[in-house]
């Protein structure tokens, strides 16, 4: 596999405070509630630096576990992890505005890992696996808008 990681991430303007968002976002056990791939997640650790996500993912018929820790905490900022299996970094950064908050969600990553490149086949292909990521991370802010605005 020669092709580079396609670019992941968009932003929301939400109407809620960052305080509340990041009660939201800080809450990462919380994160299948909202990711379209996300099945389960189980934090190990002080939610903070260093914390490790178990995750359970699943796309159509394949099902994967996943091992993050937690890479940037900064209260009502921004957070990170980064998983082991792709080399993913995932970041949430939440932004005041005048008239709430923009939040911003992006996958990092500047080259697939070998357990990457191996899941390719199983997942439909790396590009077509971007897409899918990109529309998720967009369908992830939708849902915490919609929890954060209630």
Same mark, same amino acid.
């Given at each position: 596999?020669?092709?580079?990681?396609?670019?992941?991430?968009?932003?929301?303007?939400?109407?809620? !405070?960052?305080?509340?968002?990041?009660?939201?976002?800080?809450?990462?056990?919380?994160?299948?509630?909202?990711?379209?791939?996300?099945?389960?997640?189980?934090?190990?650790?002080?939610?903070?630096?260093?914390?490790?996500?178990?995750?359970?993912?699943?796309?159509?018929?394949? &099902?994967?576990?996943?091992?993050?820790? &937690?890479?940037?905490?900064?209260?009502?900022?921004?957070?990170?992890?980064? !998983?082991?299996?792709?080399?993913?970094?995932? &970041?949430?950064?939440?932004?005041?505005?005048?008239? =709430?908050?923009? &939040?911003? =969600?992006?996958?990092?990553?500047?080259?697939?890992?070998?357990?990457?490149?191996?899941?390719?086949?199983?997942?439909?292909?790396? /590009?077509?696996?971007?897409?899918?990521?990109?529309?998720?991370? /967009?369908?992830?802010?939708?849902?915490?808008?919609?929890?954060?605005?209630?």
């Amino acid at each position: 596999m020669s092709e580079q990681p396609k670019n992941v991430g968009t932003s929301l303007e939400m109407a809620a !405070t960052p305080a509340r968002i990041w009660d939201v976002l800080s809450d990462l056990g919380r994160m299948p509630e909202f990711s379209p791939e996300l099945r389960r997640a189980y934090v190990i650790g002080k939610p903070g630096i260093g914390a490790t996500i178990i995750g359970i993912n699943r796309r159509k018929a394949v &099902v994967w576990p996943t091992t993050s820790k &937690v890479v940037r905490w900064e209260p009502e900022q921004a957070v990170a992890w980064r !998983t082991r299996e792709s080399g993913a970094t995932w &970041v949430y950064e939440l932004e005041p505005t005048a008239t =709430g908050t923009k &939040v911003t =969600g992006r996958r990092v990553l500047s080259a697939y890992t070998i357990p990457s490149k191996l899941m390719v086949p199983f997942l439909g292909g790396a /590009a077509g696996h971007d897409d899918e990521l990109n529309s998720g991370i /967009a369908a992830t802010l939708a849902k915490i808008k919609t929890a954060v605005e209630a």
